[in-house]
C-alpha cells in the first residue's frame, strides 16, 4: 500500500472529514479481500495535489473474485487495453497484458499526453501553480490503432475496457482504430463510469486474464463489477466546473458564495454525471462521500 495510504472506512465510521497532507497523489486503498467471501469489497481515494482539484472514491462489492484468485495462472493471449481516464495504484502500472492509450492534456500552453510526457501529479502540481484552466482530449483512432496492431501480433484477441462513452468520445476513436486493423480480433466493453472506476473494470479483466478466462465469460463477469460500482468525487472549488460548462455561471457563483460543495458521482445507465448530494464545506462534502 502506498505511504500515504488512509483506510476509507476508518474515515466514515468516525464520520470526520479525512485528513488532507500528502504533497502529491495519494490513494486510500482497502484491501479486496475485505468483506464477505462472496461479495468482497475495495474502496480508494484518490487525493490530488494540495487538495487542488477533488476527491474522488470508488468501491466495488465484485463478485466471483475469490474464484479468480484460486485458478492457476495460464496464458490465453489475451491482450487488454484501456485509456488513460483509468485510474490505478501505481503498481498496476506496467503490466505486460495492458496498454494504456492516453489522453492529450493542454496546460499553460503546453500540451502533454497523460501518463508519457506528464504525471498525474505533476499535471495537478501545474494546475495548482499556473491555476490555469486544463483542456482534455480523446486519443485519436490512430493511437488506438497502432496499440491494436502491436498487440495482434503476439495477441490472438484483444478486450478494450473505456471509460463512459457517456462523458467521451474515447470508446468510439477506440472502434475506429479497431476498424484500420483487421488482422485485431477486439472486443470492447464501455465501463460507463471513469477514474477509478474504470480501473476496477481492468483490474478484474487483468486477474481473469491471468486465469485463464474467456472473453466472453470476462466480458459477463464486468457487466456484473459495473452493476457494483459507484464512482463518487468532489471538488474544493467550482471554477473548473463552471468554466467547463457543467454548471451555469449562475449557479456556480451561488454555490460558491454559499460555500456548497457537491458530491457527483456517474449513473449506471447512460454513464453521465449525476448529482449525489452536497455539503456546506469540502471537509462535509468528503464525509458524505465516504458515507454513501
Not at 87 to 115: M, N, W
Not at 166 to 192: H, I, K, Q, W
Not at 245 to 271: F, M
Request: proline fraction near 5%; aromatic fraction near 8%; charged fraction near 20%.
Amino acid at each position: 500500500m502506498p505511504p500515504y495510504s488512509l483506510p476509507l472506512a476508518a474515515a466514515s465510521s468516525d464520520r470526520q472529514a479525512p485528513r488532507i497532507e500528502a504533497t502529491g497523489m495519494c490513494w486510500a486503498h482497502a484491501d479486496v479481500s475485505a468483506g464477505p467471501s462472496r461479495f468482497p469489497r475495495a474502496a480508494c481515494l484518490l487525493i490530488p495535489y494540495k487538495r487542488s482539484v477533488c476527491a474522488c472514491a470508488a468501491w466495488s462489492a465484485i463478485i466471483g473474485i475469490d474464484a479468480i484468485r484460486r485458478n492457476v495462472w495460464r496464458n490465453e493471449q489475451m491482450h487488454v487495453v484501456t485509456d488513460s481516464g483509468a485510474d490505478f495504484l501505481p503498481e498496476q502500472l506496467g503490466e505486460s497484458e495492458l496498454s494504456i492509450a492516453p489522453l492529450t492534456l493542454a496546460i499553460a500552453g503546453r500540451v502533454y499526453k497523460s501518463g508519457i510526457d506528464i504525471t498525474p501529479e505533476g499535471f495537478y502540481r501545474l494546475l495548482h501553480e499556473t491555476q490555469d484552466f486544463a483542456t482534455t482530449s480523446q486519443p485519436s483512432p490512430g493511437d488506438f490503432a497502432d496499440i491494436y496492431r502491436a498487440a495482434a501480433e503476439t495477441d490472438k484477441e484483444i478486450l478494450s475496457i473505456h471509460m463512459s462513452s457517456g462523458l467521451s468520445g474515447t470508446l468510439n476513436a477506440a472502434r475506429m482504430g479497431a476498424a484500420a486493423v483487421p488482422e485485431a480480433d477486439v472486443a470492447f466493453y464501455d465501463t460507463r463510469t471513469l477514474s477509478a472506476g474504470s480501473g476496477w473494470h481492468v483490474e478484474m479483466a487483468l486477474r481473469a486474464v491471468r486465469a485463464g478466462w474467456g472473453r466472453g465469460r470476462i466480458l459477463s463477469m464486468l457487466e456484473q463489477v459495473s452493476s457494483a460500482t459507484e464512482t463518487l468525487f468532489t471538488l474544493p472549488t467550482l471554477r473548473y466546473l463552471i468554466h467547463g460548462g457543467r454548471i451555469s455561471h449562475l449557479k456556480g457563483l451561488l454555490a460558491q458564495v454559499l460555500n456548497i460543495r457537491p458530491v457527483i458521482g456517474v449513473e449506471k445507465e447512460g454513464g453521465t454525471y449525476v448529482t449525489r448530494g452536497q455539503a456546506r464545506t469540502f471537509d462535509g462534502a468528503l464525509v458524505r462521500l465516504a458515507d454513501f
